[in-house]
């Protein structure tokens, strides 16, 4: 019996992880141990929360009667256990069947971490499912954890989630737990907090761990989770050249945040510094990193279905503080990190990791620029037009993004639309039937959890 594998379960305990805060992601009920079981697959990038999310999993089970010795937690990221291989799990359910002889028959509860240091992982989790009572569990930081080249035999077989850092409505009940983020209203000195706090929550972002720490260790921590996705995410796992390249290419997409990102620019200024990278090689490696999820990739909609790698892509981070901590100091404005907020919320509340589920328009009648169109490219109904701005100051700035709005409105039939702003009062542009709500962006992302009705759908 391998001897660390036995350590490695037997010296885990819940209680060494408590107080746990609970997290939003809702897995729904879990399923009563069987064989033939949907497994839920968590995946997100590294640090966003995943493991916690298992242990708040488990913290449940143990609250409703199930016994700790029906549960098993085993992270598969490890250097002691290299190489990881389908062995390496059945040797992992050996031990735990060794420890507790009681849980095959009564029904056991499976929590596999980082599942994908494991080769062939889909095939032995396939496997797993069919000939063990049990509900599984499983995470991994990479979408390419439920794509076709890797795990086509669990098509059907799992049911798909997405962590990611801490939403602003977390970031509030993790810093101000006297605040009742679901309140129909808040009092003036509660919505002074919770606008200091939007500043703050998008400097800081909402990575778990940094939350509590200085804002150099946090800047520190922040540098060091973006380097290790690209080293071991990116360049280790598809074994790609030019380490170098590729890293000053990710810190290139950091600093421009939002803004348009033209490979054959930056194919030339990496070879003007150096890094003798070639358009192919960028591509590929703008995709690694949205599989890491590292940024996740926002295409003109007129482009997403058809044309997925034509045009110019804007490349957002998946956090506003991991893209200040990765950008050289002062080249990130507010505006852009609200925006990077902005879409990543839209992600996280349409929760679904589809390409061109976020993209951004263009009018056809005069080139507006609409910053978010969110739904699926695929299908025009239920369509939201979300627009970004710092503030609305000045007759030309309220034009600028009214017009492309108005505009993108009548294209689409819709009646209503959204505009976020970081400061400001919330108010409602009226236009014959259409709407546009102009919404303060800390009220904006702590709107309902059940988001059906908000924002606003196709009429």
Known sequence: MNETILEKIQGFSLDAYRPIFPRELNLGEPLEPKAGNLATVITGMRRSGKSYRLFQAMDSLEQCGVESSRMLYFNFEDDR??????RTGDDVLEAFFYLHPEAPTEGCYLFFDELQEMTGWGK????????TKATIFVTGSSSKMLSAEFSTELRGRTLEFIQYPYSFREYVRFHYSN????APAFSTTDRVRLQGAFRD????????AVQNQSEPQAVSMLQGYAQRVVARDVLERHDLGSPRGITAFSRKIMRLCGRLLSLRKTENELKSAGFPIGRALLSDALSYFGEAFLIYSVRERSRTVADKDGGMAKAYPIDPGLARANAPA???????????????ELLRSLDVARDAAVSYLKTKEHGYEVDFVAGDALFDSDIQLVQVATNLEGEKTRRREYRALWEAMSEFGLKESVLV??????ENIERGER???????WKWFLRP???SDWPPSAS
């Open 449 to 451: 959890l059940d988001r």
């Open 124 to 131: 032995w989790l396939r496997r797993i499912i069919d000939t």
């Open 435 to 441: 709407v546009i709500h102009c919404i303060p962006a």
């Open 201 to 208: 929550y998008l400097r800081r972002g909402g990575f778990p």
């Open 179 to 182: 605040i009742d983020t679901d």
């Open 421 to 426: 702003i970081e400061e400001g009062f919330e």
């Open 81 to 86: 256990l290299d190489p990881v291989t389908p």
């Open 330 to 344: 002062s080249t990130i404005d507010e505006g852009q990190a609200l925006e990077d907020a902005v879409c990543i």
